[in-house]
């Protein structure tokens, strides 16, 4: 009996605007073949992403990655994590 591999997408993140005062973080994302724009207001822990198609693969995993590298996340960073799913 042969186990098959978790599948795995890798993410892409770009941070695009961070405001401290707003509490507001913006940016894009792409995994597979899609491509959001998000709006983090962590603050309030609201997290939005346009467009809506495959939203619903991505905001979970970029919600978790988002909340845990908060305070390293600067505008104009490239970043990437790994989603346990094919998109």
Known sequence: MSSKPLPKTEAHVRITRQSWEDGLLKG????????????????????????????????????RFLEQKDYQLEPGGDYAFTIRADI
């Open 28 to 63: 894009e994302v792409r995994a597979g073949e899609f491509q959001w724009q998000f709006q983090w207001h962590f603050r309030q822990g609201d997290l939005s992403i346009t467009p809506s198609q495959g939203r619903a693969l991505i905001k979970e995993p970029l919600s």
